[in-house]
């Protein structure tokens, strides 16, 4: 069983398109993170909810909106996609919003996007 | 923001060879976490440190969390081909979220 799934895992798409990423935890953690990998392999935090309730929004554009249906899932919808877009996109989980309890976040696999 | 300072950014070293690579923070820490990133993966979480000076060992890996709350080292003994990937520390200050390191690469010649 994917601890943390995330789908697709590559995303080719052109510049102005909208598209979205799902993620899905079945670790029971209540805390749900989005973070950005660019090309240099820097990760960065964009988005954290905690039950369904958004607690971290790091200065993302406004074409960047997570949505969270419940507390398994967290989805990133992107509009008007542009070329600095591109970079692999991880999803993330925690056990509660203190993530030093029970050892941090587990990932999930990342989705590479491709902005043409 | 915070900013974690790994070093060094890439090392190219022979099988079997030990490495050390640390993290510096201008900020003090209540956890210090090390990640491994296999290529095409998301990162692995491979230690985690709860107090200072902790030292803990993980196979052939061992971290220690600095007294200072500060820093942070991760050596690998006798290294293999598998332990290529990039290496990550992360820090957590008791906010919502982890700080990440910029990486180290780690590259193995067999």
């Known amino acids: 069983d994917t601890a943390v799934s995330q789908t697709p895992k590559y995303l080719v798409t052109q510049m102005g398109n909208d598209k979205s990423i799902k993620c899905e935890q079945n670790l029971g953690h209540d805390t749900m993170y989005w973070y950005k990998q660019d090309s240099k392999k820097f990760l960065k935090i964009m988005f954290s909810y905690n039950n369904k309730e958004l607690i971290i929004n790091e200065t993302v554009p406004n074409r960047f909106s997570p949505k969270s249906p419940d507390k398994a899932h967290l989805n990133l919808h992107i509009n008007s996609l542009e070329l600095g877009d591109s970079a692999v996109y991880f999803c993330?989980?925690?056990?509660?919003?203190?993530?030093?309890?029970?050892?941090?976040?587990?990932f999930g696999s990342g989705t590479r996007l491709t902005v043409v | 923001g915070q900013q974690l300072n790994q070093s060094p950014q890439s090392m190219f070293i022979q099988e079997g060879e030990d490495v050390s690579m640390n993290c510096t923070s201008s900020?003090?820490?209540?956890?210090w976490l090390w990640y491994k990133q296999d290529p095409g993966e998301g990162p692995v979480l491979l230690i985690a440190?709860?107090?200072?000076?902790e030292l803990t060992s993980n196979g052939r890996l061992t971290a220690q969390f600095g007294i200072t709350r500060k820093d942070s080292f991760l050596n690998i003994s006798a290294s293999i081909p598998s332990d290529v990937g990039i290496y990550f520390c992360?820090?957590?200050?008791?906010?919502?979220?982890?700080?990440f390191g910029g990486g180290t690469r780690l590259m193995v010649k067999p």
């Open positions: 440190l709860y107090k200072a000076g």
């Open positions: 993330a989980s925690s056990q509660d919003r203190r993530s030093m309890v029970a050892g941090g976040y587990t």
């Open positions: 992360a820090g957590d200050n008791a906010g919502n979220m982890l700080t």
């Open positions: 900020s003090i820490f209540n956890t």
